[in-house]
């Protein structure tokens, strides 16, 4: 079955703590992306990997970090610099950073205590 | 950059009405247009995209769309809703020359018996 996975999909978090969230995708998708969902807002792009060992900041950038050294994960560290990391995160791939439909993961909800 | 407005951030309807679901976005230059639906603590999935050629895009689950270049509007239909339609909606634009996709805040479907 192919897919994005994301784990887990409830997180609860400690502050001043960082977190890792997954992300996995068996698709042989070559970008991968990584989004905030709060109420109300939509989605906002926090980074993005369009290959391995390679990702640049999107909008909000700030207080997280992200590694990409295998082409099939792309995990998302909420760092304690973040202010309000409580949210839902969603990540997400397409076959190339050009191509024109991504696709989403189930998403991992975090609550800082 | 572009932006995109949902017109509307909550729509009930009754069983089996028709329901329209409306978005708007300003850019310059040419778009890719996107719905996505999202049911509760799950990703988003695509209904339906325009990328050229055939103004009216037929998606999945019966849901419709059709761009209107001069309105630069995309607005979503569907002719008789059920109860399993019952989810927030996105829309979505990317420039045809960027990576990056921007949404709009989201339209919660409340489809009532």
């Known amino acids: 079955d192919g897919g994005i996975t994301q784990s887990p999909k409830y997180l609860f978090r400690k502050e001043g703590q960082n977190v890792t969230l997954s992300c996995e995708q068996n698709?042989?998708?070559?970008?991968m992306y990584w989004y905030r969902q709060d109420p109300g807002q939509g989605l906002r792009l926090i980074y993005y990997?369009?290959?391995?060992?390679?990702?640049q900041k999107g909008d909000i950038a700030e207080g997280y970090s992200v590694s990409r050294e295998k082409k099939e994960s792309f995990p998302l560290t909420v760092t304690s610099a973040q202010k309000n990391p409580t949210a839902f995160y969603l990540c997400?791939?397409?076959?190339?950073?050009?191509?024109?439909?991504?696709?989403f993961g189930p998403g991992t909800r975090l609550t800082v205590l | 950059a572009q932006s995109v407005t949902q017109l509307d951030s909550q729509v009930p309807v009754f069983e089996e009405a028709p329901v329209e679901l409306r978005c708007n976005y300003s850019?310059?230059?040419?778009?890719?247009l996107f719905w996505y639906v999202q049911y509760p603590n799950q990703g988003l999935q695509l209904l339906l995209k325009?990328?050229?050629?055939?103004?009216l895009v037929k998606g999945i689950n019966g849901f419709e769309a059709e761009f209107n270049k001069s309105q630069t509007s995309f607005h979503l239909r569907k002719p008789s809703v059920h109860i399993s339609d019952t989810a927030e909606y996105f829309c979505?634009?990317?420039?045809?020359?960027?990576?990056?996709?921007?949404f709009g805040a989201g339209t919660t479907v409340t489809v009532r018996a």
């Open positions: 979505a634009v990317r420039l045809r020359n960027d990576y990056k996709l921007s």
């Open positions: 990997s369009q290959i391995v060992n390679d990702f």
């Open positions: 850019s310059s230059v040419s778009v890719y």
């Open positions: 325009y990328l050229s050629g055939s103004t």
């Open positions: 997400a791939s397409s076959i190339s950073e050009s191509t024109d439909t991504q696709y």
């Open positions: 698709l042989n998708h070559d970008a």
